[in-house]
């Protein structure tokens, strides 16, 4: 059985210019453990995502400079598939088709209840993330990337790549649960046996170095997270062996 996806490794972006419900909803998803960045309109928000891929951006549609629309629009053209959760006013329902053509996930009608957001939230992140991965399936694909975990191999496209095999355990301990933060301790323990144990968690770094030197141009797909660890920061589909 795959670990729960613990709310608080979730990166969240909520865009929402009506300061009061903005300050509202990062508090109550704070409260729920979510990591929360905000921004009042549309123009960073691309630029953010780059920088910190987000698990989920709620997403206000009137926004003063740049609309939700428009950023919908350019994050599905950069190819980004983060999950979007548009928050529209009454009155602009018929708006909701147009946000479900530029490839929203859902939508919620203001005003609506903060439990009624939450549950909403859940269920984008059950779809988005953790139902794409069946623990008894043995190919974990993401990106370029796919990894073999009955085999152990480590390929881009059709290339075999030469990863060690801690690195690799690494690897699918972090695919596994792509959007969780793992500390480096979670990591060893996940990872070395219990006699084998390495004596400082710094092991770890170096084993995420290599993997991130691996992954070349697409480094960035295993994001360092300051002061607590490493996630695995792009959408994972677990495959049956071809
Ligand atoms: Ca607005």
């Given at each position: 059985m795959p670990l729960p996806l613990a709310p608080a490794s979730i990166n969240v972006l909520v865009v929402e210019d009506e300061e009061q419900l903005l300050a509202m909803l990062k508090a109550n998803l704070e409260r729920e453990g979510y990591l929360v960045t905000t921004a009042?309109?549309?123009?960073?928000v691309l630029e953010l995502h780059r920088k910190t891929p987000f698990d989920l951006i709620i997403l206000?549609?009137?926004?003063?400079?740049?609309?939700g629309f428009q950023v919908l629009q350019q994050l599905r053209y950069a190819e980004q598939d983060v999950p979007v959760l548009l928050l529209t006013a009454r009155?602009?329902?018929?708006t909701k088709v147009k946000g479900f053509d530029l490839g929203a996930d859902d939508y919620l009608t203001k005003p609506f209840s903060v439990l009624e957001l939450l549950s909403r939230i859940k269920a984008i992140l059950r779809r988005t993330h953790?139902?794409?991965?069946?623990?008894?399936?043995?190919i974990l694909s993401s990106g370029p990337f796919t990894l073999d975990?009955?085999?152990?191999i480590f390929r881009k496209g059709p290339r075999r790549l030469d990863v060690g095999p801690h690195a690799l355990r690494i690897l699918e301990v972090l695919m596994l649960r792509p959007g969780h933060i793992h500390s480096r301790e979670e990591l060893i323990n996940l990872t070395w046996s219990l006699e084998l144990?390495?004596?400082?968690?710094?092991v770890v770094d170096v084993h995420i170095y290599t993997i991130r030197k691996i992954l070349g141009?697409?480094?960035?797909?295993?994001m360092t997270v300051e002061g607590i660890g490493y996630r695995w920061a792009h959408t994972v589909e677990s495959l049956p062996r071809p």
């Amino acid at each position: 059985m795959p670990l729960p996806l613990a709310p608080a490794s979730i990166n969240v972006l909520v865009v929402e210019d009506e300061e009061q419900l903005l300050a509202m909803l990062k508090a109550n998803l704070e409260r729920e453990g979510y990591l929360v960045t905000t921004a009042t309109d549309g123009r960073p928000v691309l630029e953010l995502h780059r920088k910190t891929p987000f698990d989920l951006i709620i997403l206000d549609l009137m926004l003063p400079q740049v609309d939700g629309f428009q950023v919908l629009q350019q994050l599905r053209y950069a190819e980004q598939d983060v999950p979007v959760l548009l928050l529209t006013a009454r009155g602009e329902e018929e708006t909701k088709v147009k946000g479900f053509d530029l490839g929203a996930d859902d939508y919620l009608t203001k005003p609506f209840s903060v439990l009624e957001l939450l549950s909403r939230i859940k269920a984008i992140l059950r779809r988005t993330h953790h139902d794409r991965i069946n623990p008894d399936q043995v190919i974990l694909s993401s990106g370029p990337f796919t990894l073999d975990r009955e085999r152990m191999i480590f390929r881009k496209g059709p290339r075999r790549l030469d990863v060690g095999p801690h690195a690799l355990r690494i690897l699918e301990v972090l695919m596994l649960r792509p959007g969780h933060i793992h500390s480096r301790e979670e990591l060893i323990n996940l990872t070395w046996s219990l006699e084998l144990r390495p004596s400082s968690n710094r092991v770890v770094d170096v084993h995420i170095y290599t993997i991130r030197k691996i992954l070349g141009t697409r480094k960035n797909m295993l994001m360092t997270v300051e002061g607590i660890g490493y996630r695995w920061a792009h959408t994972v589909e677990s495959l049956p062996r071809p």
